[in-house]
Nanobody, 128 residues
Framework: QVQLVESGGGSVQSGGSLRLSCTAS????????MAWFRQAPGKEREGVAT?????????RYADSVKGRFTMSRDNAKNTLYLQMNSLKPEDTAMYYC????????????????????WGQGIQVTVSS
C-alpha cells in the first residue's frame, strides 16, 4: 500500500513560483509511474507532469506547463517535486500527486484513471 502526502501549496501573484512536494510512504521503485494532476473548479482533472521510473526515467509535461514547470525526484527521500515558475492565474487548481505500480508511457498524462494511488490534494492559487 502506498500513501502520498502533498505539501508546498499556497497563494502567489502572477509570475511567482511555488514548489510542491509529494512524500510517499511505501517504497516507490523502478517500474512505477508517478504524476502531478490538477483540477480547477468545474473542470476535469488534467495531467500536468509524469515520470516513468526506470533505468532511465522519462518525464513528460502537459503543453500548458512546458518551460515553466519542472518535475524532479529525490530517491533517498522518496519524494516527488514540482517546481512551478512563471505562474499564471489559469494554473489555479487543486494539485494532486498520483502513483501507479506500472509504467504508463504517454498514456499517463491522458487520464487520471490510469493511477491507483492518490494524495489528498493541495491548493494552488495564482492571483493576477
Amino acid at each position: 500500500q502506498v500513501q502520498l502526502v502533498e505539501s508546498g501549496g499556497g497563494s502567489v501573484q502572477s509570475g511567482g513560483s511555488l514548489r510542491l512536494s509529494c512524500t510517499a510512504s511505501g517504497y516507490i521503485n523502478s517500474g512505477y509511474c508517478m504524476a502531478w494532476f490538477r483540477q480547477a473548479p468545474g473542470k476535469e482533472r488534467e495531467g500536468v507532469a509524469t515520470i516513468d521510473i526506470d533505468t532511465v526515467s522519462i518525464i513528460r509535461y502537459a503543453d500548458s506547463v512546458k518551460g515553466r514547470f519542472t518535475m524532479s525526484r529525490d530517491n533517498a527521500k522518496n519524494t516527488l517535486y514540482l517546481q512551478m515558475n512563471s505562474l499564471k492565474p489559469e494554473d489555479t487548481a487543486m494539485y494532486y500527486c498520483a502513483a501507479n505500480p506500472q509504467l504508463l508511457g504517454r498514456e499517463a498524462l491522458r487520464s487520471s484513471q490510469n493511477f491507483q494511488y492518490w494524495g489528498q490534494g493541495i491548493q494552488v492559487t495564482v492571483s493576477s
